[in-house]
């Protein structure tokens, strides 16, 4: 199996365009990396992809991941989206989408679909050639709910976080408003977990990264109040639906003993983690954990 970092920012990337913090101001100057947005990868055999999460910045991952180059006039290299929210960084690159003729499948929660459909820049991908699913997150394997392709490859397993809503629907609490996947290759049993999006790592999520050989995990913030204490925003992390990397009841903390491989994705330009001489990269590295960049290729396999 095959995971493809294809952005390893959260919403507005790195720089972010109206950001002067120190990590966008190294990124413009060429002292750092920049970051576009969080999209992963995943495929079998590297010619048929499964992709989680759709930034708008799709494009231009594409066009830096040969892998997904089309291979004739007109050619889909995915064969569905699956969403793990209905955030606008995590879904605004559907509309990237909207010249596509080949059929894809949009795969998402009830309430995700119920978000987003009935928005203009969405709804075309409700009727054919595509087609949405909305699963209920309940642990069945909804890889047959693709095609029989993609279920002859994988297994594929929803799992309910706990998250919110998107601002521009209140920040509530709903089930399915937040879902992690769990995509697991039949012929190794090689297997994934993406949960780029949590605000608690609860004991289900625990469960689910103990079971996985490699946790692709939410890393937005490092600390729950490093916007407002660096006068970026006056919001905390945890208000805005992200548990915080760092600290006593941190994510580091809880998965700082498991034996697989755990990966932070989904970086917000304020995380000091983005500086690797920084005492919260040092924190990650001593955990024998890992912070993605765009690009990343992460390959699993089992003996």
């Given at each position: 199996?095959?995971?493809?970092?294809?952005?390893?920012?959260?919403?507005?990337?790195v720089?972010?365009?109206?950001?002067?913090?120190g990590n966008?101001v190294?990124a413009?100057?060429g002292e750092?990396?920049?970051r576009t947005q969080?999209?992963?990868?995943?495929?079998?055999?590297?010619?048929?992809w499964l992709l989680i999460?759709v930034?708008?910045d799709?494009?231009?991952q594409?066009a830096?991941?040969?892998?997904?180059w089309p291979?004739?006039?007109?050619?889909?290299?995915?064969?569905a989206?699956?969403?793990?929210?209905?955030?606008?960084?995590?879904?605004?690159g559907?509309a990237?989408?909207?010249?596509?003729?080949?059929?894809f499948?949009v795969?998402?929660?009830?309430v995700?679909?119920?978000?987003?459909?009935p928005?203009?820049?969405?709804e075309?991908?409700?009727?054919?050639?595509?087609?949405?699913?909305?699963c209920?997150?309940g642990g069945?394997?909804?890889a047959p709910d693709i095609?029989d392709a993609?279920?002859a490859q994988?297994?594929?397993?929803?799992?309910?976080?706990?998250?919110?809503l998107?601002?521009?629907?209140?920040?509530?609490t709903?089930?399915?408003?937040?879902v992690?996947?769990?995509l697991r290759?039949?012929?190794s049993?090689?297997?994934?977990?993406?949960?780029?999006?949590?605000?608690d790592?609860?004991?289900?999520l625990?469960?689910?990264?103990?079971?996985?050989?490699v946790?692709?995990?939410?890393?937005?913030?490092f600390?729950?109040?490093?916007m407002p204490?660096?006068?970026l925003?006056?919001?905390t992390?945890?208000?805005?639906?992200h548990?915080?990397?760092?600290g006593?009841?941190?994510?580091?903390?809880?998965?700082?003993?498991?034996a697989n491989r755990?990966?932070?994705?989904?970086?917000?330009?304020s995380?000091?983690?983005l500086?690797?001489?920084s005492?919260?990269a040092?924190?990650v590295?001593?955990a024998?954990?890992?912070?993605?960049?765009?690009?990343m290729?992460i390959s699993i396999?089992?003996?």
């Amino acid at each position: 199996m095959i995971v493809r970092i294809l952005g390893s920012a959260a919403g507005g990337g790195v720089p972010q365009w109206n950001c002067g913090c120190g990590n966008c101001v190294r990124a413009r100057n060429g002292e750092a990396p920049m970051r576009t947005q969080s999209s992963i990868a995943v495929s079998a055999d590297e010619r048929a992809w499964l992709l989680i999460n759709v930034s708008v910045d799709l494009a231009r991952q594409f066009a830096a991941t040969p892998e997904l180059w089309p291979v004739a006039a007109r050619a889909t290299p995915f064969a569905a989206v699956l969403l793990t929210d209905a955030n606008v960084d995590h879904t605004a690159g559907l509309a990237e989408l909207r010249q596509d003729p080949d059929a894809f499948v949009v795969l998402s929660t009830p309430v995700v679909k119920s978000l987003l459909v009935p928005q203009l820049a969405y709804e075309r991908f409700d009727r054919p050639p595509h087609r949405w699913i909305a699963c209920d997150p309940g642990g069945r394997d909804i890889a047959p709910d693709i095609d029989d392709a993609i279920a002859a490859q994988f297994e594929i397993r929803m799992v309910d976080v706990p998250g919110l809503l998107p601002g521009y629907a209140g920040r509530g609490t709903a089930r399915g408003a937040v879902v992690a996947y769990v995509l697991r290759e039949r012929a190794s049993g090689a297997s994934v977990l993406a949960a780029p999006v949590f605000s608690d790592l609860d004991e289900t999520l625990m469960e689910a990264a103990r079971a996985s050989d490699v946790v692709l995990l939410d890393g937005s913030f490092f600390s729950d109040d490093e916007m407002p204490r660096d006068g970026l925003m006056r919001k905390t992390a945890r208000s805005l639906g992200h548990a915080p990397v760092g600290g006593v009841d941190g994510t580091l903390a809880r998965v700082r003993g498991l034996a697989n491989r755990r990966v932070f994705v989904h970086l917000n330009n304020s995380n000091p983690v983005l500086d690797p001489a920084s005492p919260a990269a040092q924190d990650v590295a001593a955990a024998g954990c890992e912070i993605a960049y765009d690009g990343m290729r992460i390959s699993i396999a089992r003996v």
